[in-house]
């Protein structure tokens, strides 16, 4: 049995009894000075009480400098300013500027998230930056005409296959991809697919759930943003997570675009210029031997699939397949079909 989370459990609204709010004054007072308040922006005794009035908490000035003081008991950085009327404002912040102008870039670029989403996401974080620096936040968000994903569900989506990979409990999940009429086709002749999920992975500006399939007895990966209907099953996994000695770093480095296939040493050779893009595609662990000339050769292993030797052929100029000799014959198999498919 399978079922989703969110229609069981998530509730749209929470009703605070009337009067209950004066026992959230101290969360409150927090709340105001979190969101309104930095080093150039702060508000006084009589402005904090004014705030206050709004969520329905009263207050005098006594209790305003005692709460002040329990807030930095409690680690909150509350400074007062004596330039500006004896002010309050929050000094230390848990994100600087540029982390949270970071985390910004990060959700513009995600193509997983969709147009929406992602004002509403972006919205939320600038929320975490000092009040003068939002204005300037919002002027840099571009999220208009970006690729983005159409499936407004990603989120809820995410949610369930993290219980389930928490849980260790099966999942299941309707997979589609586009027709040229832009309609939804779905795999599998539209059934659900039942895996168990292992892993949540970002590569290439997507989000992927690597997980073993039990009917094709291995494991696989699908887009998040190409998923619908997600559930979590009662049944719990059919092969332990330790028993499948997976490993997301090396899995994502042989793996490339997260297009799948058989997994082999292969030998790069390649000139001085290339071994920054050795690094970064392999890490700094890779065993480099030198060869004559400058050149070295590397052996890594990869999925052996066209979109691998996209990404050497990219590269011609710096670096090729040295072998073993049944790849480094797919590759010209490769090259040769493409230009004859290009010369008709």
């Not at 590569?203 to 559930?231: C, G, N, Q």
């Not at 092969?239 to 040493?265: C, I, Q, T, W």
């Not at 700094?284 to 990404?311: C, H, L, M």
């Amino acid at each position: 049995m399978c079922y989703n989370w969110y229609s069981k459990t998530r509730t749209e609204g929470i009703t605070i009894a009337k009067g209950a709010n004066q026992k959230l004054k101290l969360m409150y007072l927090y709340k105001i000075l979190n969101e309104k308040t930095d080093e150039n922006v702060t508000l006084n005794a009589s402005q904090l009480i004014a705030e206050l009035e709004k969520y329905g908490v009263s207050a005098e000035r006594k209790s305003i400098y005692d709460d002040i003081e329990a807030l930095r008991l409690f680690g909150a950085d509350v400074n007062m300013s004596p330039d500006h009327g004896r002010g309050y404002y929050i000094g230390e912040r848990h994100f600087q500027v540029s982390e949270i102008k970071m985390l910004i870039d990060i959700v513009q670029a995600a193509k997983f998230i969709s147009e929406n989403k992602s004002v509403e996401l972006i919205d939320k974080i600038s929320a975490l930056a000092p009040v003068t620096d939002r204005k300037a936040l919002k002027h840099q968000i571009v999220v208009s005409n970006r690729v983005k994903s159409a499936n407004e569900t990603v989120y809820y989506s995410i949610d369930h296959l993290y219980r389930g990979i928490e849980e260790k409990r099966q999942v299941r999940f309707k997979y589609y991809t586009w027709d040229v009429r832009k309609n939804k086709l779905y795999k599998n002749k539209g059934q659900y697919y039942y895996v168990n999920p292992i892993a949540l992975m970002w590569e290439d500006e997507k989000y992927y759930l690597v997980a073993y399939d039990d009917f094709a007895a291995k494991i696989k990966h699908y887009r998040v943003d190409k998923m619908e209907s997600v559930e979590v099953c009662d049944e719990n996994f059919s092969r332990p997570a330790k028993e499948l000695k997976f490993n997301a770093a090396d899995y994502a480095k042989r793996s490339f675009n997260m297009y799948g296939g058989e997994v082999k040493e292969v030998t790069l050779y390649g000139n001085a210029d290339s071994i920054g893009i050795i690094f970064d595609r392999f890490g700094r662990d890779v065993f480099i031997v030198p060869r004559e000339n400058g050149y070295y050769s590397v052996t890594v292993k990869v999925a052996v699939s066209p979109q691998f030797f996209s990404w050497v052929f990219g590269l011609s100029d710096l670096l090729t397949i040295e072998g073993p000799s049944d790849v480094l014959g797919q590759f010209r198999d490769m090259c040769t079909r493409a230009l004859e498919i290009n010369k008709k």
